[in-house]
């Protein structure tokens, strides 16, 4: 499961307390450490890694200004996935979650799947784009509240306590949701997905063609599959395929991603800066 920071949570409580005194180094380097969480997080609500890097941005930029609400009374990581969840939830909407569905998904699934050729020596890396960006664009058929339950429960697997914090709802409510959430998408992909239910034709092989020619997947730019990631020696595979949580299994088997170079580079510029004061506003 991604990773909410690179550094225990001690460490992190550590450095917001120097950071809140003017450490431009604590603070560079905390923001550095929840980075990646954040952007992962942004990858998988809003689809397209440039919307999510403009997020993750505007979160950090949130995190730096607001760092002096911070008080310890929960971890910093809860804290700070609460402002990301506060900004993913009212942001505006971005490219990919305009008009989608997952009665018009279904019905796009059940089009243009071609007989298994062969697609050169980029074929396992097209296959796995398809099944990424497929996949994440189940998660967009759910509404946001749903969408960032799953996520938080299911592939980040935190528990109701922190999940419900994060969210600002209660563990009992948390709970609700995210079944609610869980139940939609396990029927969905158990109904169209061949990967979880052998028994349906969809496979993600016979997808490239279509999903090339719809501009879903452009070989020369691939937004996933040739992603950097957290640990770009592991691929790791689709475990787990039973039960209920057989749609988790696959969500699961995504990669890690670290956050783009440019974008780290920008936010500690604007660290270091100075441009954006610690306010205590909350």
């Known amino acids: ?23 431009r180094r604590a603070l560079d380097d905390l923001v550095r450490a929840v980075a990646d ?23 950090l930029v949130k995190l730096v200004t607001r760092l002096d609400s911070f008080r310890g009374e929960a971890a910093f990581t809860t804290w700070a996935f609460r402002v990301a969840a506060n900004h993913l939830l009212t942001t505006r909407k971005r490219r990919a979650e305009r008009n989608l569905s997952f009665e018009a998904f279904a019905a796009d699934l059940a089009q243009g799947l071609a007989d298994p050729r062969e697609h050169g020596p980029d074929e396992g890396l097209l296959e796995e784009e398809v099944k990424i960006g497929c996949t994440q664009g189940m998660l967009l058929c759910l509404d946001r509240e749903h969408r960032l339950a799953y996520v938080l429960g299911e592939v980040f697997a935190l528990d109701s306590g922190r999940a419900a914090t994060i969210t600002g709802i209660t563990p009992a409510a948390f709970r609700k949701r995210l079944e609610r959430a869980r139940s939609r998408l396990a ?13 349906r034709p969809c496979r ?20 996933f599959a040739t992603h950097p990631r957290a640990d770009p020696a592991v691929r790791r595979a689709v475990v787990d395929m039973e039960r209920l949580h057989a749609a988790a299994a696959l969500f699961r088997s995504h990669p890690d991603y670290r956050a783009p170079a440019a974008l780290m580079e920008g936010i500690v510029r604007l660290v270091r800066s100075g441009r954006y004061e610690l306010l205590g506003d909350g």
């Open 187 to 199: 029927a969905f992909m158990d109904g169209n997905c061949g990967i979880v239910n052998p028994a």
């Open 1 to 23: 499961m991604p990773a909410l920071s690179a550094l225990a949570e001690a460490d992190l409580a550590a450095l917001a307390g120097r950071a809140q005194v003017g450490d």
């Open 37 to 59: 969480g954040i952007y992962n997080l942004g990858v998988r609500m809003l689809w397209h890694p440039e919307d999510a890097e403009d997020a993750t941005q505007e979160i």
């Open 204 to 223: 993600c092989r016979r997808r490239i063609d279509r999903a090339i020619e719809r501009g879903r997947v452009a070989p020369e730019a691939l937004l």
